[in-house]
């Protein structure tokens, strides 16, 4: 006697995307005029051509609140909710994830609730997720954890959002030139869709790693429990990001690789059924040094680092906008996004577009 056991099966869909990037654009030749440094270096060490800056009185919560507009927008705009407006459909969010590793404030509040209060999203329940560069990956896992978990959750913004210019020393050429601002958004919605077969959407499969062993590679030292600020602290050193570019570089090459491996080994997928390989966008070499020992074809990696440098967690969240806005995403196709960080952290998420 054959036994079926059929399990329920949640399927966890992106029914759209937005984002948000400041309008100054800052390119490597405006750069270095004011340090010693070259378009030739940056463009060939990084592969960036420009980033783009926020003015002092944007925070990170002002461009995820612009990102998740833009997301619910393109929600009701391509008729996935026809009969809402996207003040209505706001409401209708149980949940709002932000990956930032820039607050607008450090501790609390969290800037996942500032971003609930200005859009208005009176049901959401908000929280941050600390985990750098990997933010977003571990944002939507999250998320789709909590719908899962939850009886009458069905509706998530995950938000990635950074002003990475406030947290970066100016006069250390070897960082400085990598970090851009930005925001990025996807609307995460539980949904009736097939687990298996050619129907199928949604998240498949999420591998969320770390290695707190390597948290002095990137660190910003100044601020937190460890080094609190005092009245009338001389600095011994800034609230800026610190980072050793070599062993992060080594670091996010091997996790890259391990994470693609694994999840096509999880889910017995090969490369050609992916449609797109979308990598954190932290420098093009990483991506070009993975690419080569996994020996998978350049074109399958997404790239749009020339233009925005790394936004941090927003990066592959804007990444996923430019794709879906540009209509290189069809209903069907398998995404692989790879995130790795400060933390340092690592993961990757498998989705049926
Ligand atoms: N412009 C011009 N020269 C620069 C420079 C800049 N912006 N930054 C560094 N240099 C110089 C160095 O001073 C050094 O000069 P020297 O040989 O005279 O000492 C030379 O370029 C080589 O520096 P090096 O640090 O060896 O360069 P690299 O090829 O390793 O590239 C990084 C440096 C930072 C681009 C690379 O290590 C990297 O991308 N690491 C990962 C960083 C990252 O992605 N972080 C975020 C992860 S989420």
Request: glycine share 10%.
């Given at each position: ?12 869909e ?5 984002r ?25 060490h ?7 800056i926020?003015?002092?009185?944007t925070?990170s919560?002002?461009?995820?609140v ?68 990997s ?10 954890g ?27 050429r070897?960082?400085?030139?990598l ?10 919605e ?8 050619a129907?199928?959407r949604g ?6 790693r ?6 002095k ?7 937190g ?10 600095f011994e ?24 491996k694994?999840?096509?080994?999880a889910e ?13 966008q ?13 020996g ?42 790879v ?15």
């Amino acid at each position: 006697m054959n036994i079926v056991i059929i399990g329920v099966a949640l399927t966890f869909e992106i029914k759209a995307t937005g984002r948000a990037v400041p309008q100054r654009r800052v390119s490597n030749e405006e750069l270095a005029q004011k340090i010693d440094t070259s378009d030739e270096w940056i463009w060939s060490h990084t592969g960036i051509k420009a980033r783009h800056i926020a003015d002092a009185e944007t925070a990170s919560s002002d461009l995820g609140v612009k990102a998740a507009w833009n997301a619910l927008e393109m929600a009701v705009e391509r008729g996935a909710y026809a009969e809402k407006t996207v003040e209505e459909l706001a409401f209708t969010l149980d949940m709002i994830i932000v990956a930032t590793t820039t607050p607008d404030f450090y501790g609390c509040p969290s800037t996942a609730c500032l971003i609930q209060n200005k859009l208005g999203a009176k049901n959401a329940g908000a929280m941050d997720i600390s985990a750098a560069c990997s933010g977003f990956i571990y944002g939507l896992e999250t998320a789709a954890g909590l719908l899962s978990a939850g009886k009458g959750r069905k509706r998530c913004l995950v938000i990635g959002c950074e002003i990475l210019s406030r947290f970066i020393d100016w006069n250390d050429r070897g960082t400085c030139v990598l970090f851009g601002d930005g925001a990025g958004a996807v609307l995460l919605e539980k949904t009736d869709a097939p687990r298996e077969g050619a129907e199928r959407r949604g998240l498949l499969r999420t591998l969320l790693r770390a290695d707190g062993a390597g948290s002095k590679n990137l660190i910003i030292k100044k601020g937190g429990s460890r080094n609190a600020y005092r009245a009338g602290d001389v600095f011994e050193f800034a609230p800026l990001i610190e980072m050793n570019g070599h062993a992060v570089y080594n670091f996010a090459v091997h996790a890259v690789t391990e994470i693609i491996k694994d999840l096509l080994e999880a889910e017995r997928l090969t490369v050609d059924e992916l449609r797109w390989i979308v990598p954190h966008q932290a420098n093009a070499r990483i991506v070009q040094a993975a690419t080569k020992r996994l020996g998978f074809p350049r074109e399958k990696f997404f790239l749009n680092i020339d233009e925005y440098a790394n936004t941090s967690a927003a990066s592959i969240p804007i990444a996923l906008d430019e794709l879906n806005r540009e209509g290189h995403l069809k209903k069907g196709d398998i995404i692989l996004c790879v995130g790795f960080g400060a933390g340092l952290t690592y993961g990757g998420n498998l989705i049926v577009w």
